[in-house]
């Protein structure tokens, strides 16, 4: 079938932008991204690009040349389903809060309720897409409640994850590495290769079984988290030897079997997809007393949780033991540069510590919302919600945020922050002036030679 409408349920991080590429890719299909979100359509369809409520570099370009031609922001679900061939589900699936699997399974209330929206509403045959990472065999619950629920038409259910990394969004889905499509039906299969085909060279699209699909997604974050836990893990021995752990990962890094990528050392990974997928994982294997599985992967978690902990350990002991009243400026508060995402950002959990240790938390991020840091403090409960409101300034400028601080704690990679003048941040700040490099983004050499004490990950 060649698809002439496409309908995508939820406009975030992973619907906008692939959403937008598809539409642009394929001026022949309308794309129409609803969400129940009133306000986030709105900025969606905010005159002012700069407005869109994700920052992704290229992003707001490509909105532009497609917005209101043959790409469409609305709140109006069930027209969107009804009039579509083809439906991608994008909505968000965190780790369940409560009940049976809390902290650990996939919470699928959001995916279930498109599900019975779409079934609900639909008159004519569509193809449903799953877009979320989602547990393995979701699909097929999602095909049952579509089949028993639905007005008697055919749907047929596929598996496409995303493989996007926030930051190089636009990039990763111009030229990506592969596509893939799980599914039992071909013709169904066909159509959406189709839509992907219009920019995508056949031999990198994947067809495969929709379990193999889903198990895919899982493992690729599983696997690229582990490579990070694992030169995490390598730093801390790097910091006790005298070993530098950039060097060790150039050095481990141009054998061609390991290769080069994602061998930076950091404060520990975040986002929203490494560690809720790898949780999935350990639950899954759980249930089918696969033990040995599950506490494989688990420990790529405990080693991360450990790397935030031990930064800010070592943070608050250099100090001389204690933080209390003193002002700690953090730059970066996303979990990675060129975003503006805060999931599960090691800099939340990193600044709650300071914060239980009574520090004065000012934080600069270049595109992070002021009210996103004191929301994600917020969330974790630690603490009432007025001392966090006394304890955390946040700030526009990076300078004011860096003034009088006893110490700078980097925890996002921003290329900014390597042009800064720090000779006049030195000057500006407390002595000793301490930097903590959770990113390894500053010349150790040159920060010393201005007179800072500095502290990097893994050297
Ligand atoms: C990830 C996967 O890369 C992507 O394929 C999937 O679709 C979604 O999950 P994302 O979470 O957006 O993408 O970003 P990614 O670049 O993978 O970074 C995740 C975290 O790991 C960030 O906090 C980043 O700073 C950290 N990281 C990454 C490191 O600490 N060291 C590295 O070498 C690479
Ligand atoms: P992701 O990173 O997976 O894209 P986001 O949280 O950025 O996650 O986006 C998911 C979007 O899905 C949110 O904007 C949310 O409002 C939307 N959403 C969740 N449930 C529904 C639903 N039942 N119908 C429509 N939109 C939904």
Redesign the pocket.
């Known amino acids: 079938m060649t698809i002439k409408k496409i309908c995508c ?7 906008g932008p692939t959403m937008a590429v598809i539409a642009y890719k394929n001026p022949d299909i309308e794309v129409n991204i ?4 009133a306000d ?1 359509i709105a900025a969606w369809n905010d005159e002012d690009l700069s407005n869109l409520p994700i920052y992704e570099p290229g992003l707001a370009e490509i909105v532009e040349k497609t917005r209101g031609k043959n790409l469409f922001f609305s709140t109006d ?1 069930n027209k969107a389903i009804d009039e579509s061939e083809m439906i991608f589900i ?4 965190p780790t369940k809060t409560y009940g049976k699997g809390k902290g650990m399974a996939a919470d699928l209330k ?1 995916v279930e ?2 599900a019975r ?1 779409i079934a609900e509403v639909a008159t004519t045959d569509k193809i449903v897409v799953e877009k ?1 990472t989602l547990p393995v065999r979701t699909a097929q619950a999602i095909k049952s409640i579509l089949h028993n629920t639905g007005n008697s038409v055919n749907f047929d259910v596929l598996s496409n994850p995303e493989f996007l990394a926030e930051g190089t969004a636009i990039q990763d889905l111009l030229s990506p590495d592969r596509v893939l499509i799980g599914g039992e039906s071909e013709d169904a299969i066909e159509s959406l290769a189709k839509v992907y085909g219009s920019w995508v060279d056949d031999d990198k699209i994947l067809r495969t079984n929709v379990w193999s699909s889903e198990l895919s997604k899982l493992t690729a974050n599983a696997f690229l988290a582990q490579r990070i836990s694992s030169i995490n893990a390598i730093s801390e021995l790097c910091e006790k030897t005298e070993a530098n752990v950039n060097e060790v990962a150039r050095a481990i890094g141009m054998d061609s079997r390991i290769g080069s990528k994602f061998l930076n050392a950091s404060i520990g990974f975040g986002g ?1 997809c490494f560690q809720k997928d790898i949780l999935n994982l350990v639950y899954i294997a759980r249930s089918y007393n696969l033990h040995e599985v599950a506490d494989y992967w688990e420990q790529v978690i405990v080693l991360n949780d450990h790397q935030k902990r031990r930064f800010s350990d070592h943070l608050i002991k250099t100090l001389y033991n204690t933080v209390s009243g003193k002002k700690i400026a953090m730059l970066g508060w996303a979990f990675k540069k060129d975003t503006n995402d805060t999931r599960e950002s090691a800099a939340i959990y990193v600044a709650d510590h300071l914060l239980s240790e009574q520090a004065n938390v000012a934080v600069y991020d270049p595109k992070v919302e002021d009210f996103k840091v004191l929301n994600d403090l917020n969330y974790l409960n630690s603490r009432p919600e007025q001392e966090n409101r006394e304890l955390v300034s946040v700030h526009d400028n990076p300078y004011e945020a860096l003034k009088d601080a006893h110490a700078v704690a980097i925890m996002t990679e921003w290329d900014e922050f390597k042009t800064y003048d720090w000779r006049s941040i030195y000057d500006n700040m407390k002595k000793p002036a301490f930097v903590f490099d959770g990113r390894n983004i500053l010349d150790k050499s040159k920060m010393e030679e201005i007179g800072f004490e500095y502290y990097s990950i893994g050297q």
């Not at 349920?9 to 619907?15: K, L, N, S």
């Not at 994008?90 to 699936?93: H, L, P």
């Open positions: 349920i939820g406009a975030g991080y992973v619907g609803v969400d129940i979100n986030r679900i994008s909505v968000n699936t959001y309720l498109c929206n979320s929203s």
